[in-house]
C-alpha cells in the first residue's frame, strides 16, 4: 500500500510565481493524497489563483504576519491524518518527480525527514542548497561556492544536519513529537532549528539530490511585500533567527561559550558595518543582538523544550555541523573574491542574479538545456585573463626561483624584514628607535602598513617581503590589468598592456636591484591612476569631494612608499583639471592633495621642508650601486640606471607603438591623454636622473633612483598606443583597422615578450638573495641581541677612507633605513673613531662603551694600520671572526647603552595620524546598499 502524503502549501503575495508552481504540482508522477493550500492575508491575485485550483474548504486563510510554521499548524488542523507531510512555498516549483524521489529514499533508508536539493528558479542551473547547516558564527552554510552551477558535482545523497522547509518531507508522528517549527523562528532558520532538534531526538535527515526543487528565494530577495507579526526587516529577522537557533540547540559548555562569542562578534560586526558605511544593516544587527540578549528567558525556555524532546547526547551530531574554521575560510574567500575581480574581465562577469528579474511560464523547458563546455580549453576561452594570471605567477616563480627557501631575502636597496610584526609598528611609532646611537626621528608610515599586511600573514613580516618581490610582475599586472578596462573595450589590448606594465616593472631593474618601493608602488600606481580619472572625469559637484578623498587615501598609500609619485600624480591632476577648463574638479583636487599630508604626518612635512627625500623611497636610497646618472635616451627606452635591467633594446616596442598612435585620427583625443602623463612622467624622470640628495646616516650624497617615474613614461606611452589601436577595431576601415591592429599588436607585443624571456634567463636574482639578515658573524649578533650593545662596523681598505656604522641587534631591517641618525648627529663619536682608528688611549675606551658599544668589528680587507691601532688599545682584546679576512675586538668593561628621552609628541602624533586615517577611509568609502539575505 503507497503511503499517504499531505501537501501543504504555504503562500502570501506569490502571485508571480503561483501558477508555474500549481502546474508543477499537477505534474508529478506521485500525486499527495491529500493537499491544502493556506493563504497569509495575500493582497494580490494569489486567493483567486487558488480558488481556480483548490476546493474551498481546502484554503485556509490565516491572518497576516503568521509565521510559516504556524500556518503550516493551520494546514494540518484541517486536513485527516497522514504519514508523511510535504511542505511547500508558493516561490518553489518541484520537477515532475520531486515528490516520488523523496519518498523512495524515505522508505528505503528508513529516514524520518527527507529534502531536495534547490536550485535557483528561473535560472534553473545554479544551485541553491543541497543540505544546510549552521555555522558558530550563526551564518546558513550550504558548502556550495557562490553562484555555483549544477553539473552532478552534489547528487550523492547523505545525511545532513537539515534541509530546506521549501519541498521538506517529514513524518507526521515526529512532526508531532517534536512540535513541528519552533513558532519562536517565524521565517528564517526554522529547517534549521529544526533539522536539528530532529537529530537530537535520534532521528535522520537525509539530502535527496535527485529529487530537484526550483527556488526564487523570494522572501530572502524582498521580490514581495512581507508582513509580519516581527519587524520588517530581513536582516535583522535573519540574525535574530541565527543567534537563537544557536543559542537555543548548544550543549551546556557550547551555551557558555556562544554566549560570549556571539555578543562580541556581533559588536564587532556592528562596527565593521558601520565602517563600511551601512548604518542600516549595522542598526538591524545591533537590534537583533538587543532583541534576543535582553531577553533570556526565550533561550532558557526554548532550551527546556530541546531537552524534553532530546535523547541523543549533543556530541553524536557534532559531525553535522561544519568546522569552526567555516567562517574564517569564508573570510579568506571574501579577500580571494577581491582579487578574482581584479583578475576576470567584464564580459566573464555572471549574469547570475539578475536573471531572477525575467519571467518564464514552464520550468521544464530550461531544465534540459545543453550542457556547459567543460574542460581547461574551454575554462581558456571563457575566462583568458585568469589564465594569464596563471601563467604569470608560474613564470615568476621560475624566474625567481633561486629566491625561494629559508632564510630572508635582502640585497641592494632591500634590507632584510624583521622577525616580527611588532617591529614594524615600533618603527612607525615609536619615540625612539634603536638604531645607530639611537634616534628620535619620525618613523616611516609604509612601516605601518607593511605591519598591517602581516597580519594577513599571520605574523611573518617576511612572507610580505617574499610576496612583494617574488610576485610584483602578477600583482602589478592585476591592478594594470583593472586599469585597462577603464580606457581600453579589447579583451586581448587589456591583456596586451597589462602585460607590457608588468614586465616593464622588472625589465626597470627594480627587482633585481632591491628597490622594494618601487616594486609595490608600481603596484599600487594603477589604482592612483583609476581614482584619478574618476576624479577629473566626474560631471557634477555631487559626491565629488568623497572622489577627491579616496584619490588622497590611495594618494597617501602610493606615497608612502614613493614619495615622489606624490608630486608626479598632483602635478599631473592640475594639468589636466587646467585643461579641461571646468571649476568643479579643483576642490576634489585640494582635498586630494591635503589628505597626504594629514594621513603621513610629519613624515610627510619632511618632505615638503627637504625636496631631496622625494626621490627616497622605501628601502636603502643607495643599494651600493654607486652614481646612477642615465641619460635621456637611457630613460626614453625604459631604463632608469644601474645594473640589472634589461637590455634598452627592448623598450624600442614600447616607444614605437606610442609614436605611431598619434597618427590614426580616431581616438586621437585619448591618445594625446595618454601622452600627456607620458610626458609628465619622463620631465620627471630626466629631473631626477640628475638629482643628489644627502641621506641620513650616509656620509656623502646618493643619486636619485628614477624607476618608478621611467616605467610610468614609457607603459603610459604603450597606453597610447593601446587606444589607438583599439579605435582602429571599430566602425570605419574595419579592415584596415584590422591589419594595423594585428601588425601594432606584434610590435608592441614583442616587447613583454622579450622582457620575459629576458627575465626568465637571467634569473639569478640580481644583487637580491636570500640567506642570513646579519652581516655580523653569529656569535656577534647573538651577543648585541643578548646583551643590547651596539657593534661598531669599519669599512676600509689600504688607502680608503675610514667609514662606519653602528649596529644594534644584528643590522638593520626593513624599516630602519628611515630612522638612523644622520651622520652629523654626533660629530664626538665620528671623531672618537677616528682617534681609536689611529692613537687609541684609555680614556677613548671608556668614552667608546660609555656609548653603550660592546664589540668592533671590521669588514674585510682590513687596512693594517687600523688593525695594529685596535690591537694596541687599552681595554680592547682581540677576538675571532668566522668571517676570512675582517677583525673582531670585544671592549673588555662594556657598559648598558643609554636610554633616549625620544619626542614625547610621538604618541599624540601617531594618534592623530590614524584618527585622519580613520575619518578619511569611512568617509571615502563607497556607502553599501543593503543585502537581504537568509
Known amino acids: 500500500m503507497p503511503p499517504t502524503v499531505a501537501a501543504v502549501l504555504v503562500t502570501h503575495n506569490g502571485a508571480r510565481w503561483l501558477p508555474q ?40 486563510r490565516v491572518a497576516s504576519g503568521t509565521g510559516f510554521g504556524d500556518a503550516v499548524r493551520a494546514g494540518l488542523d484541517a486536513l485527516p491524518r497522514t504519514e508523511w507531510i510535504w511542505l511547500l512555498h508558493d516561490d518553489c516549483a518541484p520537477a515532475p518527480d520531486a515528490l516520488e524521489r523523496l519518498l523512495d529514499d524515505a522508505l528505503s533508508t528508513g529516514a524520518d525527514v527527507v529534502g531536495p536539493k534547490l536550485r535557483e528558479w528561473p535560472t534553473l542551473r545554479r544551485l541553491l542548497e543541497v543540505g544546510v547547516s549552521i555555522t558558530g558564527t550563526g551564518h546558513r552554510e550550504t558548502g556550495l561556492e557562490r553562484g555555483e552551477p549544477d553539473q552532478g558535482q552534489h547528487d550523492r545523497a547523505r545525511d545532513v544536519l537539515a534541509v530546506s522547509s521549501a519541498g521538506m518531507l517529514v513524518r507526521r508522528d515526529l512532526w508531532d513529537a517534536l512540535g513541528g517549527l519552533d513558532p519562536e523562528l517565524p521565517l528564517y532558520f526554522d529547517d534549521v532549528d529544526f533539522g536539528w532538534r530532529v537529530a537530537r531526538h535520534g532521528g535522520r535527515t537525509r539530502v535527496v539530490p535527485r529529487s530537484v526543487m526550483f527556488h526564487a528565494e523570494a522572501s530572502a530577495r524582498s521580490q514581495r511585500p512581507t ?97 569552526w574554521t567555516i567562517p574564517y575560510r569564508h ?59 596563471a601563467a604569470l605567477t608560474v613564470v615568476s616563480l621560475v624566474a625567481c626561483w633561486g629566491l625561494i627557501g629559508g632564510g630572508s631575502l635582502s640585497g641592494g636597496a632591500l634590507l632584510p624584514a624583521p622577525e616580527t610584526t ?12 634603536d638604531v645607530g646611537l639611537g634616534s628620535d626621528a619620525f618613523g616611516p608610515p609604509y612601516a605601518f602598513v607593511l605591519a598591517a599586511l602581516s597580519v594577513v600573514t599571520f605574523g611573518h613580516p617576511g612572507l610580505v617581503v617574499d610576496v612583494v618581490v617574488i610576485g610584483a610582475v602578477p600583482l602589478a599586472a592585476l591592478t594594470a590589468h583593472r586599469l585597462a578596462r577603464r580606457f581600453l573595450s579589447s579583451g586581448r589590448l587589456q591583456i596586451a598592456w597589462a602585460l607590457a606594465y608588468a614586465f616593464a616593472v622588472v625589465a626597470s631593474g627594480a627587482l633585481g636591484q632591491g628597490r622594494f618601493g618601487t616594486l609595490l608602488g608600481l603596484v599600487l600606481a594603477p589604482v592612483v591612476v583609476n581614482s584619478s580619472i574618476s ?20 594618494l597617501s598609500l602610493l606615497t608612502a612608499f614613493v614619495p615622489i609619485a606624490y608630486a608626479l600624480t598632483i602635478g599631473g591632476l592640475v594639468i589636466a583639471v587646467g585643461l579641461r577648463g571646468r571649476g568643479r574638479e579643483w576642490l576634489s583636487l585640494g582635498l586630494a592633495a591635503v589628505v597626504p599630508f594629514g594621513v603621513l604626518g610629519p613624515w610627510m612635512w619632511e618632505r615638503a621642508l627637504d625636496p631631496g627625500l622625494w626621490w627616497w623611497e622605501a628601502g636603502l636610497a643607495d643599494g651600493g650601486f654607486g652614481s646612477l646618472e642615465p641619460t635621456v635616451l637611457d630613460i626614453a627606452l625604459g631604463q632608469a640606471g644601474g645594473p640589472y635591467a634589461a637590455p634598452a633594446l627592448f623598450g624600442v616596442g614600447l616607444l614605437a607603438v606610442g609614436l605611431a598612435a598619434l597618427i590614426p585620427a580616431r581616438r586621437r583625443q585619448a591618445v594625446l591623454w595618454a601622452w600627456l602623463v607620458a610626458l609628465i612622467c619622463l620631465a620627471f624622470a630626466v629631473i631626477g636622473a640628475g638629482t643628489t640628495f644627502e641621506v641620513p646616516g650616509i656620509s656623502g650624497e646618493t643619486s636619485a633612483w628614477v624607476g618608478f617615474a621611467t616605467v610610468c613614461w614609457l ?26 591592429g594585428v601588425a601594432g599588436l606584434v610590435v608592441g607585443l614583442s616587447a613583454p615578450v622579450l622582457m620575459a624571456g629576458w627575465w626568465v634567463l637571467h634569473a639569478d636574482g640580481g644583487a637580491v638573495g636570500r640567506g642570513d639578515p646579519s652581516d655580523l658573524p653569529a656569535y656577534l649578533a647573538a651577543d648585541a641581541e643578548r646583551t643590547g650593545g651596539s657593534v661598531v662596523v669599519l669599512d676600509t681598505a689600504d688607502g680608503a677612507a675610514l667609514t662606519y656604522s653602528v649596529h644594534t641587534d644584528d643590522g638593520p631591517r626593513l624599516g630602519d633605513e628611515s630612522v638612523m641618525p644622520a651622520t652629523d648627529a654626533n660629530p664626538d663619536f665620528a671623531t672618537l673613531v ?80 590614524l584618527t585622519v586615517l580613520v575619518v578619511v577611509l569611512v568617509v571615502a568609502t563607497p556607502g553599501r546598499r543593503s543585502r537581504r539575505r537568509a
Open 21 to 60: 508552481t500549481l502546474a508543477a504540482l499537477g505534474a508529478q508522477t506521485f500525486h499527495a493524497g491529500s493537499g491544502i493550500a493556506v493563504d497569509v492575508d495575500s493582497k494580490d491575485d494569489t486567493p483567486a489563483l487558488l480558488s481556480g485550483t483548490f476546493h474551498e474548504s481546502l484554503i485556509v
Open 227 to 323: 508582513a509580519r507579526r516581527v519587524h520588517p526587516s530581513p536582516r535583522r529577522d535573519a540574525r535574530e533567527g541565527a543567534l537563537y537557533t544557536l543559542l537555543s540547540n548548544a550543549s551546556l559548555p557550547g551555551f557558555c561559550w556562544q554566549s560570549v562569542r556571539l555578543f562580541v562578534g556581533s559588536l564587532l560586526r556592528v562596527i565593521g558595518l558601520v565602517l563600511v558605511k551601512a548604518p542600516g544593516d549595522a542598526r538591524q544587527e545591533l537590534a537583533a543582538l538587543f532583541s534576543v540578549y535582553v531577553r533570556p528567558w526565550r533561550i532558557l525556555a526554548a532550551r527546556r523544550r530541546r531537552a524534553a524532546t532530546s535523547t541523543v547526547a549533543p556530541g553524536d551530531v557534532r559531525h553535522l555541523l561544519p568546522a
Open 834 to 913: 677616528s682617534a681609536l682608528a689611529s692613537d687609541p688611549t684609555a680614556d677613548d675606551v671608556e668614552e667608546l662603551a660609555g656609548y653603550g658599544v660592546h664589540a668592533v668589528y671590521a669588514r674585510p680587507p682590513v687596512d693594517e694600520s687600523v688593525t695594529v691601532a685596535f690591537d694596541s688599545a687599552p681595554g680592547i682584546t682581540p677576538s675571532g671572526s668566522s668571517v676570512p679576512g675582517s677583525r673582531v675586538w670585544m671592549l673588555e668593561s662594556p657598559a648598558d647603552p643609554p636610554e633616549g628621552d625620544g619626542n614625547a609628541l610621538r604618541p599624540w602624533i601617531v594618534a592623530a595620524e
Open 715 to 740: 607603459t603610459a606611452l604603450a597606453a597610447g598606443g593601446a587606444i589607438a589601436l583599439d579605435g582602429l577595431g571599430a566602425g570605419e576601415g574595419r579592415a584596415l583597422g584590422r591589419t594595423l
Open 331 to 389: 573570510g579568506i574567500d571574501e579577500v580571494g573574491d577581491v582579487l578574482w575581480g581584479f583578475a576576470r574581465t567584464p564580459d566573464a562577469e555572471s549574469s547570475g542574479r539578475r536573471a531572477m528579474v525575467v519571467e518564464y511560464s514552464h520550468v521544464a523547458d530550461l531544465d534540459d538545456e545543453a550542457e556547459p563546455d567543460r574542460g581547461l580549453v574551454a575554462f581558456a576561452r571563457r575566462h583568458p585573463w585568469a589564465c594569464v594570471v
Open 535 to 554: 576624479l577629473v572625469q566626474r560631471s557634477s559637484l555631487r559626491r565629488g569631494w568623497q572622489e577627491g578623498l579616496r584619490v588622497g587615501l590611495w
Open 422 to 433: 611588532g617591529a614594524w609598528w615600533s618603527t612607525f611609532a615609536a619615540s625612539w628607535h
